[in-house]
């Protein structure tokens, strides 16, 4: 199998006048396949911004448009549709349903799962772009994959399973759902290369391995570790925390439907900083687009860029994105990362939902979880921000609960909590009040059946 097959040089570092070229080509092609398949949905969008796909004549034209679906109006149009038509893949799927070959969605551990159809075309496209990620981590032909995501219908599970596959890996699909022992088991019986998982999860992973295989996650022989499904890779103090433990490089990942993919490199790998995922994929999807979380107005594409994350699909066949937002905050590089490939780079900071505002400064609670692991060991990284009201304004102080670490004396627990406030205040920009408590005290994620460490704690639910 050649070398070059999954390292795409013409589509992955296509930048400039090149790249836009390319993607209005390809757009022009996918609003009018939109508009002519999808009246009941996408046709309405146009007609409400007062255009038809012929009157869009540039990017920047097409940039001015409203965004036309955001994560909750995509389940609004599932239930639509399988009230009216039978099935939940929404109002804008374009391809007729019977060249819909796969089905995935969401883990839908909160509320009802968002479904995403794929046509062969489509399961084509995400193989190619995964692949080319993985790639870029390291993974090659014949290397052992052990996948630790949740394998039920998530997007994460059995299509990454497919790319690896289809670039001739061989991964073993435990998936979250076997458990810790069986999976800590599975690792030390097909010593695989590379492990794919949440970052909490890798966490998780580092206190459970002494007592399910008598060893350190560091004696499994793992040379990397590819982490998608929260932010918690892109955190330095989070990566050196799981490197350190398991003497492996740490790979930060974005990932969905669509075509989107971007991972992070080897400048980031033992690094203080954070440089930021390079997407692989812009062949297939404009996944730069940045507006302003109230106005939704768009923002300058320029290095540096922080706003709400608005991608459209350039190819998709079964149900295409347009001016498509999940509700994530980026920022966004365009200078040439110090690993020497050029490209876009993005970076996930957090979510416009999860935001907090604590005396008018924008708090996500990633970046606590940062500062929080930056006292590992003297904590175990384990922590919860406490809400007593609704999001996302927050009445001072803001209470955060964080595990101590083993064998802190109540002395050593007040030097703790009296730097840790001051190091959120330095660094943040906001006055917090910590209350520590015992190791292992807050539930882990995995205890919780749940795919993401929860952050929050939302005690307002609680409240009649």
């Not at 458990?179 to 580092?206: D, F, H, K, N, V």
């Not at 974005?254 to 080897?266: D, K, N, T, V």
């Not at 730097?419 to 539930?443: A, I, N, T, Y």
């Amino acid at each position: 199998m050649s070398e070059k097959l999954f390292w795409n040089e013409a589509a992955e570092l296509l930048s400039g006048e090149k790249l836009q070229q390319l993607h209005w080509k390809k757009l022009k092609k996918q609003l009018a396949y939109c508009y002519e398949n999808s009246p009941e949905f996408y046709r309405k969008k146009f007609e409400s911004a007062g255009v038809r796909p012929n009157d869009i004549r540039s990017l920047e034209d097409f940039r001015r448009l409203p965004i036309f679906v955001t994560k909750e109006e995509d389940l609004r149009s599932q239930e639509d549709s399988l009230e009216r038509y039978g099935h939940p893949f929404g109002l804008f799927l374009c391809a007729p349903l019977d060249e819909v070959i796969a089905v995935h969605a969401t883990a839908g551990t909160t509320g009802r799962p968002t479904f995403y159809a794929f046509t062969r075309h489509d399961l084509q496209v995400t193989a190619e772009v995964m692949a080319r990620g993985y790639w870029r981590a390291g993974v090659r032909p014949g290397e052992t994959v052990l996948h630790a995501m949740g394998l039920s219908m998530w997007i994460g599970g059995i299509p990454v399973v497919q790319a690896l596959q289809h670039m001739g890996a061989r991964p073993i699909p435990v998936g979250a759902e076997g458990g810790s022992e069986r999976l800590l088991q599975m690792a030390r019986l097909t010593r695989p290369t590379t492990l794919i998982c949440t970052p909490s999860y890798a966490e998780y992973l580092i206190e459970k391995a002494p007592k399910a295989i008598g060893a350190p996650v560091g004696d499994l022989g793992l040379e990397r570790i590819v982490c998608f499904g929260e932010p918690g890779a892109g955190l330095p103090e989070v990566r050196r925390k799981i490197e350190e433990a398991y003497g492996a490089q740490l790979y930060d990942s974005g990932q969905g439907p669509w075509g989107l993919y971007a991972i992070s490199c080897e400048a980031s790998v033992g690094s203080s900083t954070y440089f930021g995922m390079h997407v692989v994929s812009q062949d297939y999807v404009i996944m730069y687009d940045l507006v302003d979380p109230q106005t939704k107005e768009p923002l300058p594409i320029v290095d540096g860029t922080i706003g709400e994350f608005v991608f459209t699909t350039l190819e998709w066949e079964a149900s295409p994105a347009l001016r498509y937002s999940l509700g994530d905050i980026n920022q966004i590089f365009l200078e040439d990362c110090p690993c020497g490939v050029k490209g876009l780079r993005r970076r996930i900071l957090g979510r416009v939902d999860d935001m907090l505002i604590v005396k008018g400064i924008n708090v996500y609670p990633a970046a606590v979880k940062n500062v929080v692991n930056s006292f590992v060991p003297r904590v175990t990284g384990e922590m919860r921000i406490v809400l007593l009201e609704p999001p996302p304004r927050v009445t001072p102080p803001l209470r955060l609960k964080v595990e101590y670490g083993q064998n802190l004396s109540r002395t050593d627990q007040e030097i703790l909590k009296q730097e840790m406030e001051r190091k959120l205040s330095d660094l943040l920009r906001f006055h917090p009040e910590v209350e520590l408590v015992s190791p292992g005290s807050l539930p882990r994620a995995a205890d919780l059946g749940l795919r993401k460490a929860p952050l929050l704690e939302k005690l307002y639910e609680n409240c009649s």
